[in-house]
Structures are given as C-alpha cells and as structure tokens.
C-alpha cells in the first residue's frame, strides 16, 4: 500500500495527455524539485504546483502496475508499455512472422525429405521452444522461441494434414478435414479453462507446453506417406508402408512380385535440372499476369485475404480493450470457431461464394462499428458483438478459400491461393501493432480500421464473378476464352449488389417509336 503523501506527490508529478487534456499521462511526469515540495507541506505545495509555470517533462524510468493476479503477464517483466509498449505487439507478430516463414521452409522439407521427417522436425522444435519460453528472463530469447513456435505450429499442422488428406479415403476427406480443423477451435476452449484457474504466466505456459511431448508417441508410430514415397523414387518403401497398415488377412493375399506391377519411376533429377524447371514454371506464371482479367483476381483475393486475417486475429487479441473477461471470451471464442466451419457449408449452398463473403464481411464489419458505440458497462453486450465479428470473419476464412481455388484455373490455382496466404500472414503480423500500439492513439482506432477493411472486403467481393455452378478453368486458353464470351465470368462493377438493385429499380428508358 503507498501512503498518502506518495499520491499526493504522484498527483503533483502526472501531466495531462495532449489529445485529451482531462486525462492523466501514466507515461511520463513533471521535472519539479520534488525535495523541495516535499518541505512545503501538500497546501503549499498544491499552490506552487498550481500557480507556477509547469516544468519540461521526462519520460518515466519506473512503473507500478495494477494487476488482478501477481505474474499473470509478462508486460511488467520488460516494462511493455509507453514508449516500450511496440515490444508487446512484437511478441504477438513473432508468431505470426514464424508462420510465414514456416509455410514456405517446411513446405520445401516436406516435399524433399518426407511429410513424417517434417513433422519430427516441427514437433522438435515445438518441445524445445515452449519451455525456453517459460524459463528466459530475457526478451530476445523469448521473442527468438515465438518464432520457433510460429514455425513449429505450421509445420506440424501442414505435415499432419498432409498425411491425413493422402492417406484417408477420398470419401471421407472433408469430414476428417473438419474434423481435423476443430481441434483448433477445442484448443482454445481448453486453454481458456486452465487460464482462469492458472494465473501466472510461466506457469501457465509450462502446463500448456506439456502436450506437445505426446507428438513423441505420433513421431514413433506415425507411417510416412506411401503417396510421398512412391512419386519421390522409393516405390519398395511406399509398398512396405502399405503392407504396414494392412490386415493380415490382405498380407496373406498379395506377394512381393505385386512390386513389379508398379509404374516405372522417373530418374531424380540433379539440383541444375530442378532449377532449370523452377526457372521455367516461374517464368510461365509470371507470363500469365500480363492478363488484366488475372492480375485484377489477384489483386483483390490478396487484399480480401490480408483484410481478412488481421481483422480475425485483432479480435482474437482485444478482449483487453473491450474491457471483457478474457477467459470467457477466449473459450466462447473457441466454440464459436468451431460453429463458423459448420454454418458456412449452408450458406455456400443458399448464397453462393460472392454472395457469402459479402454476407460475412458485411457482418463483422456491422460488429466492429458496433462496439464503438457500446459503453464500457455493456461488458455482455460487447462480448456478443465481439463473437458475432469473431463468428462471422472465421467463417469467411472458409468461404474465401473456396472461392479463390475457383476463379483461377488450374495451371496457377496453387499460385494464386499461395500468394493470398501469404498476404494473410501480413495481415496477421498487423493486427498485434494496430491493437496494442495504434491504440495509444485512441481505443477506437483498431476498430475503425478493421471495421473498414471488413465493409470494404465485402466491396472487393462484390467485384468477383460468382463461381458457384462455373464448371473448374483447366488452361489459361480456356479461362480467357470464356471470361471474353460470358461477362457474368469477368471481374466487373456491374455485379455489385447494390448496383443491380439500383439498375431493378431505374429500369432504362426504351425509345418511343413514332
């Protein structure tokens, strides 16, 4: 507890904010002769402080901070505030910038050495970062392990995902890929849980980092990718793997001569070959952009993409701002994730893909500004806006992938669709800036931004043809030949919504005939 005369000289020493004069700066403080006022007593004080002119200001070199739990963050450990509150952003975006970078290392090792060999990797990495996190008493280290993180988790999640989609059925694909998606969304409820009743942070990241050491069981047990095998050279090794996983009713009934049957494989090639054919692959996708009708598609699913994900992880980081009860909202949030992947598929169904992510867009951008006028002892109120946006823009996730693997054709639908995640890695790396630093600007500029981007994607939208009953474009021939001779195929202003509506009710004059 401080005493009254440690207030009173706080009170002395706080200047206001310029941007709000009623408001006291915790930043910095009044380069007065403290010792002197302190001789003078609090009435005399008061009056000197008050009639006289007020000194420069310093920045504070100390904090004290409020906190409902003891250790509950790391903010007070490095003093992530003021001038220092950028490294608390930083901290966020570590995570992010380890997915871009992960998405592209790993999707090299996964294609060279083995789906299993990377997510041994990733899976090491996870089991050596997050408990470096708990242990490190300094930042760089611990920003260095987010990263390791970032990193880890793309290339576990890329790996896993691998083997499930080549090694399942196909009919049973999509469930198990919902299925497999859930987990994520079942990870948030579950952290959100241990949270409340765990509050200090080191703590809380120890138990959370307990789990990873399970992938070593998967890492024992986990086959390798028959498909990955056989198209990478090793047809002998893909076939023992499917034998592996055999009944031994079927191992009885097939021999080893059922090698012979298998399709020769090509020779590898050497590094000069398979960077003469990266040469030439990337000069035949860069050869396609001289289209307008490509360049514009591409333009606006990257920006629908970047608008997208830096409004979905700013909500996911807010509930500070909102002055909400983060465990609540972060468990909420995570049933409502996992509601999103569920209620687009209908929507899809009824609205179409342009018509959906217009839909979507439009409702997290109606959340967004909602929340600005909502005062701050409407906590239950705001939460329910908070999971509408948060319901709305996960959703659209699904809704955009979709959408863009149909409006390109297949000689560069994996380019497209990459390129627009990796601008939806920029957007992620983003949000944690414009929530935790752009906010010392005003509590309303992360919502003006993200409620702008969100009403403006749904503009974007509007733009794109709709691709639902379009039957897929296999050669870039094919796709400019049917963009030229169908405008409802082309990118254009005349399939917004609002512009239709417009033209229904102002129907052209027809020309009288005398």
Known sequence: MRDKKEEQEEEASKPSVSATPTEESNCEYYDWNYRELRELGYREALKKVQSEEKPKTLPCKSFSYLLHSQN???????????????????????????????AFTFGIIADKYGRKTTFI???????????????????????????????AAIGVYQAAYSLLVEMCPPHLRSTLGVMFNQSYALGMVIISVIAYFVRPWRKLQLIICAPTYLL???????????????????????????????????????????????????????????????????????????YGEVRTRLFLCWAIWCFTSMSYYALSITSGHLKIDSYLYTGLSG????ISYI?????????????????????AGVAFVTLLFLPDDMRNTKM??????????????????????????????????GTSSAWSHVGSTIAPYLVD??????????????????????????????????????????????????????????????????????????????
């Not at 990478?232 to 090794?237: T, V």
């Not at 020769?264 to 692959?281: H, V």
């Not at 049933?335 to 996992?338: D, N, P, Y």
């Not at 870039?476 to 030229?484: A, P, Q, R, Y």
């Open 216 to 290: 070593i069981y998967h890492m024992l047990v986990m086959p390798e990718s028959p498909r990955w095998a056989y198209y990478s050279g090793r047809p002998l090794y893909a076939w023992s793997i499917v034998k592996s996983v055999m009944p031994p009713e079927k191992k009885k009934l097939l021999a080893e001569g059922r090698v012979s049957n298998i399709a020769p494989i090509k020779e590898k090639e050497s590094f000069a070959a398979k960077f003469a054919r990266f040469s030439e692959k990337t000069k035949a996708q860069l050869k396609y952009m001289k």
């Open 384 to 417: 329910l806006f908070a999971l509408l946006g948060r319901l709305c823009i996960s959703s659209v996730f699904v809704a955009v992938i979709i959408h863009a693997s149909e409006l390109f054709p297949t000689v560069m639908r994996n380019t497209a669709i």
């Open 437 to 514: 630093y752009f906010v010392i600007y005003g509590w309303w500029v992360p919502n003006v931004m993200c409620g702008g981007t969100a009403f403006f994607s749904a503009l974007l939208c509007q733009f794109l043809p709709e691709t639902k009953d379009l039957v897929l474009y296999n050669t870039m021939e094919e796709f400019i030949e049917k963009c030229d001779s169908n405008p409802e195929e082309r990118i254009s202003l005349y399939h917004c919504f609002l512009l239709r509506m417009f033209k229904k009710r102002n129907p052209p004059a027809t020309p009288q005939t005398s």
């Open 335 to 338: 049933l409502v994730e996992g």
């Open 121 to 151: 990797i990733a899976s090491m990495i996870y089991m050596i970062s997050g408990p470096i996190i708990a242990w490190t008493r300094i930042y760089t280290i611990m920003l260095a392990c987010r990263v390791g993180l970032g990193v």
């Open 72 to 102: 509950s963050t790391f903010v007070p450990e490095w003093n992530m505030v003021c001038d220092r509150l950028v490294m608390k952003a930083t901290v966020q975006t570590a995570v992010s910038f380890g997915k871009f970078g992960g």
């Open 343 to 363: 209620i687009v598929v209908p929507l899809l169904k009824f609205l179409g893909r342009r018509g959906t992510g217009t839909f979507l867009l439009a409702g």
